[in-house]
């Protein structure tokens, strides 16, 4: 897949933990965790776009690629399409800077199901989710999926709502949403140009304004990763989790 573009956007003033991305976790900042499982992809060209220059020169430290993007960007989506002007690639894969346990398999899942699914204008991730009271955490995005893996809805409630209480329907799992996306290049340019639409103002979930203006995500099943980094206490959860896969 030489067509294919990994954008990761990377933010340096962060309102929850401001410089999270150059935090370090077990010897190394989070973006370069990041990086590297992108570069392992061997998908293409892997780009760090910031707006601080020191994420750059963090960047040039460890060998990375980055650039500089807009102060003004409203988004991760607004920097990497930012980012991916005047790059020949048709496919731009956006995997979030604070995920530094992402996985290169999911990459490469994504930019799979782009590439071989012409009806799909963004593919995700997503992955089974046991019924429990994580469910209810609204900082967890549920799906829900049509039978071929179409996205019908993405939401911070509990959905789909089960009405019954079957033992089929409690063992039907929830759809984890993993906050990774893959644009054809004409999908991408018509998304920045879409307003804020009604579902995404509510709920504060940008693929929402996708799916309102009719265009097709669909998902790919992947397998959970480990935490991303919005405070410092999933810092010190990741630094747990890093501890317990590599003992």
């Not at 690639?89 to 992402?102: A, R, S």
């Not at 593919?123 to 799906?143: E, G, S, W």
Request: net charge negative.
């Amino acid at each position: 897949m030489t067509d294919v573009l990994i954008i990761i956007p990377a933010r340096y003033g962060s309102s929850r933990l401001p410089g999270k991305i150059l935090k370090p976790l077990c010897g190394k900042p989070v973006i370069q965790h990041v990086y590297e499982a992108c570069l392992n992809t061997q998908l293409g060209d892997v780009l760090i776009a910031t707006e601080s220059p020191l994420v750059v020169a963090a960047a040039a430290q460890f060998g990375g690629k980055a650039v500089l993007t807009s102060e003004a960007c409203q988004s991760g989506t607004d920097r990497v399409f930012e980012a991916a002007q005047n790059r020949p690639e048709k496919l731009i894969i956006n995997v979030q800077g604070d995920e530094p346990f992402i996985e290169s398999q999911t990459v490469r899942a994504v930019a799979e199901l782009l590439k071989n699914d012409d009806r799909c204008d963004i593919a995700t991730a997503v992955f089974a989710m046991p019924d429990n009271d994580q469910v209810d955490n609204p900082n967890i995005v549920k799906a829900v999926l049509a039978k071929d893996r179409r996205a019908l809805y993405f939401s911070r409630s509990r959905v789909p709502y089960k009405r019954e209480q079957t033992e089929e329907n409690k063992r039907a799992p929830y759809w984890h949403h993993c906050g990774i996306y893959g644009y054809r290049r004409e999908a991408l340019n018509r998304f920045v140009t879409l307003p804020e639409s009604p579902l995404e103002k509510l709920e504060r979930l940008e693929q929402l304004r996708a799916l309102e203006d009719g265009m097709t995500i669909k998902c790919a099943e992947v397998q959970p990763a480990g935490p991303a980094i919005d405070t410092a206490a999933d810092l010190a959860a990741a630094e747990a989790y890093y501890a317990k896969i590599h003992a």
